[in-house]
């Protein structure tokens, strides 16, 4: 759950509530606290409440109630510039009038800085995203992913401690997106910086974070690493919004410390780990990954719970397949296996038996 712990933060939220129209809540109750050096993803779906935490740090917006802290201090009532954080939009937001090194130059001469001084830094943020021959080039002159490279520079330029980006990889291709992730990460590790980073984007949260925090409902669901996140969900919403997942509808039938049995809607009784569940005769959904579900009966791991199922569709995607089966009356139950040279290649019709370990079996809320 959501840490509220502020001891040693470097961002705090304080039990932080945003309203627009004095009724409805868009930020419920957050408490939430970020380590220096930490990079930190706000991931959820549109109307989440994750761009209003952000533009509430960044000072665009103001909190109806709580307290926001940096560094110790809570900056509430500080103005946007005055907060000294660096910011990356989606929009790249640059000046298409100035130059690149103007558009570099401009923070440092709101800051009072020298000339020289300027000079030296814009040169070493434009080196840091590997363009420095571009600074006499107007932004109109650059591609997409150019261009964000110069956004990236300028939010970088004054030496931040805290820089914020919402949606920066948006309007990039798959491709590039995926380069300017790895580099993004990169450059915040390197040089330390306090990273919140705003996504819809799952992969991009998987693959760039130190945590990530999924909101829902002004609400953040739950709040971990990338690989428990993905590996032990919370509640449904979390294992259906993060990553490729399997669901079975049933009702607890037994509960016995870390095992509980379900029997599901066609009559099936299976093992599955009591995660978001707390009485018996209560709805469940069941969650299973697709890649934690085999049909090699020689693969079977001893304890694996097996199932009867029907091959609707088996797609080769290169380095694995994808099969979707008719499973306990669920069309959509996905399982995903390795292309390895041992791997059973199925038909659509064909009636198999497949299997999963009961630990890798979630019984969430329904």
Known sequence: ????????????????????????????????SLPKGEFLTMLGPSGSGKTTCLMMLAGFETA????????GRPI??????????????????????????????FPLEVRKMGKSEREEKVKRALDMVQMGAFGGRR???????????????????????????????????KQLREHMQFEITRLAHELGITTVYVTHDQTEALTMSDRVAVFDDGRIQQLDPPDTLYEEPQN??????????????????????????????????????????SQVGERTRVSIRPERVEFNKERLQEGAHTLKAEVLEFIYMGDIFRTRLRVAGNDEFVVKTRNAPDQVRLKPGEQIEIGWLPEDCRALDA
Request: net charge negative; aromatic share 6%.
């Open 1 to 32: 759950m959501p840490d509220g712990s502020t001891s040693d933060a470097f961002v705090a939220f304080e039990r932080v509530q945003k309203s627009y129209d004095g009724e409805n809540l868009v930020v419920k109750d957050l408490n939430l």
């Open 64 to 71: 109806t109630h709580g307290e926001i802290l940096l560094d």
């Open 76 to 105: 509430n009532n500080i103005p946007p510039h005055k907060r000294g954080i660096g910011m990356v939009f989606q929009n790249y937001a640059l000046f298409p009038h100035m130059t690149v090194a103007e558009n570099l130059s």
């Open 139 to 173: 932004p109109a002159q650059l591609s997409g992913g150019q261009q964000q490279r110069i956004a990236l520079a300028r939010a970088l330029v004054f030496e931040p401690e805290l820089v914020l980006m919402d949606e920066p990889l948006g309007a990039l291709d």
């Open 236 to 277: 449904s919403f979390v294992a259906q919004f993060i990553g490729e997942n399997n669901t079975l509808e049933g009702v607890v039938q037994e509960i016995n410390g870390d095992k509980c049995l379900v029997r599901l809607d066609d009559g099936e009784v299976i093992d599955a780990k009591p995660i978001n569940v």
